[in-house]
Protein backbone atom coordinates (compact mmCIF):
# COMPACT_ATOMS: atom_id res chain seq x y z
CA UNK A 1 0.00 0.00 0.00
CA UNK A 2 1.49 3.25 -0.85
CA UNK A 3 0.27 6.82 0.56
CA UNK A 4 1.16 9.86 -1.63
CA UNK A 5 -0.02 13.47 -0.89
CA UNK A 6 1.49 16.79 -0.78
CA UNK A 7 4.49 17.92 1.04
CA UNK A 8 2.76 19.00 4.77
CA UNK A 9 -0.54 16.30 4.07
CA UNK A 10 0.06 14.04 7.34
CA UNK A 11 1.59 11.35 5.22
CA UNK A 12 3.70 10.28 8.03
CA UNK A 13 0.63 10.27 10.82
CA UNK A 14 -1.69 8.28 8.79
CA UNK A 15 1.04 5.73 8.23
CA UNK A 16 2.20 5.87 12.19
CA UNK A 17 -1.48 5.41 12.72
CA UNK A 18 -2.52 2.74 9.68
CA UNK A 19 0.53 0.86 11.43
CA UNK A 20 -0.56 0.78 15.04
CA UNK A 21 -4.08 -0.10 14.15
CA UNK A 22 -3.48 -2.82 11.44
CA UNK A 23 -0.71 -4.66 14.51
CA UNK A 24 -3.77 -4.13 16.87
CA UNK A 25 -5.94 -6.42 14.67
CA UNK A 26 -2.99 -8.97 14.29
CA UNK A 27 -1.69 -7.66 10.73
CA UNK A 28 2.00 -8.07 10.08
CA UNK A 29 3.13 -4.61 8.69
CA UNK A 30 6.32 -2.86 7.67
CA UNK A 31 6.96 0.51 6.15
CA UNK A 32 9.39 2.05 4.15
CA UNK A 33 9.52 5.97 2.67
CA UNK A 34 10.56 7.86 -0.24
CA UNK A 35 13.21 9.35 -0.54
CA UNK A 36 15.57 7.47 1.10
CA UNK A 37 17.90 10.19 2.12
CA UNK A 38 20.11 8.61 4.75
CA UNK A 39 19.64 5.06 2.95
CA UNK A 40 20.38 5.93 -0.55
CA UNK A 41 23.06 7.66 -2.64
CA UNK A 42 20.77 9.08 -5.00
CA UNK A 43 18.43 10.24 -2.60
CA UNK A 44 20.86 11.96 -1.01
CA UNK A 45 22.05 14.00 -4.08
CA UNK A 46 18.44 14.51 -4.75
CA UNK A 47 18.53 16.05 -1.34
CA UNK A 48 21.94 17.98 -1.65
CA UNK A 49 20.38 19.72 -5.03
CA UNK A 50 17.05 20.50 -3.23
CA UNK A 51 18.83 22.57 -0.97
CA UNK A 52 21.13 24.24 -3.87
CA UNK A 53 24.38 22.25 -2.61
CA UNK A 54 25.04 20.32 -6.31
CA UNK A 55 25.43 23.34 -8.71
CA UNK A 56 22.10 23.55 -11.76
CA UNK A 57 20.89 19.68 -11.04
CA UNK A 58 17.58 21.09 -9.25
CA UNK A 59 16.69 22.91 -12.22
CA UNK A 60 16.69 19.59 -14.43
CA UNK A 61 13.18 17.68 -13.72
CA UNK A 62 14.23 14.75 -15.71
CA UNK A 63 17.59 14.87 -13.26
CA UNK A 64 15.89 14.84 -10.15
CA UNK A 65 12.97 12.10 -11.29
CA UNK A 66 16.04 9.98 -12.33
CA UNK A 67 17.72 10.13 -8.75
CA UNK A 68 14.69 9.56 -7.00
CA UNK A 69 13.70 6.60 -9.13
CA UNK A 70 17.08 5.26 -8.74
CA UNK A 71 16.35 5.27 -4.89
CA UNK A 72 12.97 3.49 -5.52
CA UNK A 73 15.09 0.64 -7.85
CA UNK A 74 17.85 -0.07 -4.98
CA UNK A 75 15.17 -0.43 -2.90
CA UNK A 76 13.01 -3.25 -5.35
CA UNK A 77 14.56 -6.11 -3.61
CA UNK A 78 13.72 -5.05 -0.05
CA UNK A 79 10.27 -4.39 -1.13
CA UNK A 80 10.01 -8.04 -2.43
CA UNK A 81 11.44 -9.35 0.08
CA UNK A 82 8.82 -7.12 2.91
CA UNK A 83 6.23 -8.33 0.56
CA UNK A 84 6.81 -12.00 1.29
CA UNK A 85 7.14 -11.91 5.02
CA UNK A 86 4.30 -9.07 5.50
CA UNK A 87 0.82 -8.93 5.19
CA UNK A 88 1.17 -5.08 4.16
CA UNK A 89 3.79 -3.16 3.17
CA UNK A 90 3.30 0.46 3.51
CA UNK A 91 4.97 2.61 1.43
CA UNK A 92 5.44 6.99 2.18
CA UNK A 93 5.63 7.80 -1.30
CA UNK A 94 5.86 6.00 -4.17
CA UNK A 95 5.99 6.62 -8.08
CA UNK A 96 2.88 8.65 -8.44
CA UNK A 97 4.89 11.23 -6.20
CA UNK A 98 7.81 11.56 -9.15
CA UNK A 99 5.30 11.66 -11.29
CA UNK A 100 3.18 14.14 -9.94
CA UNK A 101 5.88 16.63 -9.12
CA UNK A 102 7.81 16.11 -12.38
CA UNK A 103 4.64 17.24 -14.50
CA UNK A 104 3.93 19.69 -11.89
CA UNK A 105 7.35 21.81 -12.29
CA UNK A 106 6.74 21.52 -16.47
CA UNK A 107 3.30 22.46 -16.04
CA UNK A 108 1.60 19.22 -17.51
CA UNK A 109 -1.23 17.42 -16.58
CA UNK A 110 -1.79 13.61 -16.18
CA UNK A 111 -1.50 13.38 -20.30
CA UNK A 112 1.54 15.07 -20.48
CA UNK A 113 4.95 13.29 -21.97
CA UNK A 114 6.58 13.50 -18.40
CA UNK A 115 4.34 11.30 -16.46
CA UNK A 116 4.06 8.62 -19.37
CA UNK A 117 8.12 9.08 -19.10
CA UNK A 118 8.31 8.12 -15.26
CA UNK A 119 6.14 5.37 -15.71
CA UNK A 120 8.20 4.02 -18.60
CA UNK A 121 11.41 4.00 -16.20
CA UNK A 122 9.98 3.21 -13.19
CA UNK A 123 7.66 0.34 -13.28
CA UNK A 124 9.19 -0.49 -17.42
CA UNK A 125 12.54 -0.09 -17.28
CA UNK A 126 13.45 -0.65 -13.67
CA UNK A 127 10.45 -3.38 -13.50
CA UNK A 128 9.53 -2.08 -9.62
CA UNK A 129 7.02 -3.73 -7.57
CA UNK A 130 3.59 -2.58 -8.54
CA UNK A 131 1.98 -1.60 -5.45
CA UNK A 132 -1.67 -3.38 -4.62
CA UNK A 133 -3.14 0.31 -3.54
CA UNK A 134 -2.78 3.98 -3.50
CA UNK A 135 -3.73 6.30 -1.10
CA UNK A 136 -4.11 9.97 -1.85
CA UNK A 137 -4.29 11.66 1.48
CA UNK A 138 -5.87 14.43 0.13
CA UNK A 139 -5.66 18.37 2.50
CA UNK A 140 -6.47 21.75 1.34
CA UNK A 141 -3.23 22.80 -0.32
CA UNK A 142 -3.28 26.07 2.30
CA UNK A 143 -3.39 23.42 5.32
CA UNK A 144 -0.44 21.26 3.96
CA UNK A 145 1.78 24.60 3.57
CA UNK A 146 1.07 25.65 6.75
CA UNK A 147 2.05 22.38 8.62
CA UNK A 148 5.04 21.99 6.17
CA UNK A 149 5.89 25.69 7.34
CA UNK A 150 5.39 25.14 11.03
CA UNK A 151 7.43 21.37 10.90
CA UNK A 152 10.01 23.84 9.99
CA UNK A 153 9.94 26.07 11.99
CA UNK A 154 9.99 23.71 14.95
CA UNK A 155 12.70 21.48 13.77
CA UNK A 156 15.90 23.12 12.34
CA UNK A 157 16.81 20.18 11.12
CA UNK A 158 13.58 20.46 8.48
CA UNK A 159 13.95 23.32 6.37
CA UNK A 160 11.87 23.58 3.42
CA UNK A 161 13.52 22.83 0.24
CA UNK A 162 12.92 23.87 -2.93
CA UNK A 163 9.69 22.04 -3.83
CA UNK A 164 8.45 22.35 -0.51
CA UNK A 165 8.88 26.32 -0.19
CA UNK A 166 6.86 26.61 -3.65
CA UNK A 167 3.56 27.19 -3.32
CA UNK A 168 2.58 27.45 -7.11
CA UNK A 169 4.17 24.01 -7.46
CA UNK A 170 2.52 22.38 -4.81
CA UNK A 171 -0.95 24.11 -5.95
CA UNK A 172 0.07 22.16 -9.42
CA UNK A 173 1.05 19.17 -7.69
CA UNK A 174 -2.04 18.37 -6.22
CA UNK A 175 -4.01 19.13 -9.65
CA UNK A 176 -1.91 16.63 -11.01
CA UNK A 177 -2.18 14.15 -8.11
CA UNK A 178 -6.24 14.58 -8.69
CA UNK A 179 -5.55 13.54 -12.09
CA UNK A 180 -3.74 10.18 -10.99
CA UNK A 181 -6.47 9.58 -8.94
CA UNK A 182 -8.91 9.70 -10.95
CA UNK A 183 -6.92 7.79 -13.77
CA UNK A 184 -6.11 4.99 -11.04
CA UNK A 185 -2.52 5.28 -12.20
CA UNK A 186 -0.22 2.34 -11.90
CA UNK A 187 -3.30 0.48 -9.45
CA UNK A 188 -6.06 1.22 -7.87
CA UNK A 189 -6.60 4.48 -5.76
CA UNK A 190 -8.88 5.71 -2.73
CA UNK A 191 -9.05 9.44 -1.88
CA UNK A 192 -8.86 10.18 1.69
CA UNK A 193 -10.02 13.52 3.04
CA UNK A 194 -6.97 14.57 5.44
CA UNK A 195 -7.96 17.91 6.80
CA UNK A 196 -9.59 18.22 10.48
CA UNK A 197 -9.64 14.79 10.70
CA UNK A 198 -9.11 13.14 13.96
CA UNK A 199 -7.80 9.57 13.17
CA UNK A 200 -6.93 9.54 9.73
CA UNK A 201 -5.66 5.96 10.24
CA UNK A 202 -9.65 5.25 10.95
CA UNK A 203 -10.98 7.06 7.97
CA UNK A 204 -8.35 4.68 5.69
CA UNK A 205 -9.76 1.76 7.28
CA UNK A 206 -13.65 2.88 6.95
CA UNK A 207 -12.89 2.68 2.76
CA UNK A 208 -12.44 -0.80 3.28
CA UNK A 209 -8.77 -0.38 2.49
CA UNK A 210 -7.15 -2.82 4.89
Known sequence: ????????????????????????????????????YDADVHAALARDALYGRMGDL????????????????AAAAELRAA??????????????????YGAARLHQDVDGAFVA?????EMGRFAL???DL??????????????AAGRAAADAARVQDAYESDAGLQQRCAAVYEQLAARQWVAPWHVVDGDGAEDLAAAVLAHGIA
Open 83 to 100: TERHDVVLCDRYVASNAA
Open 1 to 36: MVIEGLDGAGKRTLADGLTARLRDAGVSVTGLAFPR
Open 58 to 73: AASVHGMATLFALDRR
Open 129 to 131: PVP
Open 134 to 147: QVLLRVPVSVAAAR
Open 117 to 121: WVHAL
